[in-house]
């Protein structure tokens, strides 16, 4: 019987390990598609706003526009100097449902 007692003890402690493992690579994993994320959201930003150089004024202002109507948090909007709404993201809600207008293109859609 202590054998056997050791053998579950082994199997147990090899069992709990890979777990752990399985843990950290879960964790590593998370952080790394954080990391992308932040990446790609840093690159369109570059590019558009590279892009933006390139339109007329009108252009620009609809495209800048149109962009920063989808920017519905206060702390956001009054980081980049937009004017905050009362509605807090309420336009952009009703927008998604439906109701919706003539908006231009952004300037790299294709």
């Keep these: 019987m202590p054998k ?3 053998k579950i003890e082994d199997i147990e402690r090899k069992i ?15 952080k790394q598609e954080r990391k992308d994320d932040a990446r790609r959201k840093l690159l369109y930003g570059a590019a558009y706003l590279t892009a933006l150089e ?5 252009s620009r202002r609809r495209s800048h526009d149109r962009v ?3 920017i519905t948090r206060p ?5 980049l100097g937009l004017p905050i709404h009362e509605d807090s993201g309420q336009s952009r809600r ?17």
């Design 4 to 6: 056997i007692n050791a």
């Design 16 to 30: 709990e390990q890979q777990r752990n493992r399985l843990k950290d690579l879960k964790a590593q994993a998370t």
């Design 54 to 58: 390139t339109l007329s004024a009108d």
């Design 68 to 70: 920063a109507s989808h």
């Design 75 to 79: 702390k956001d909007r009054a980081f």
């Design 94 to 110: 009703e927008g998604k449902a439906g109701v919706g207008g003539d908006t231009p293109d952004l300037p790299f859609e294709g």
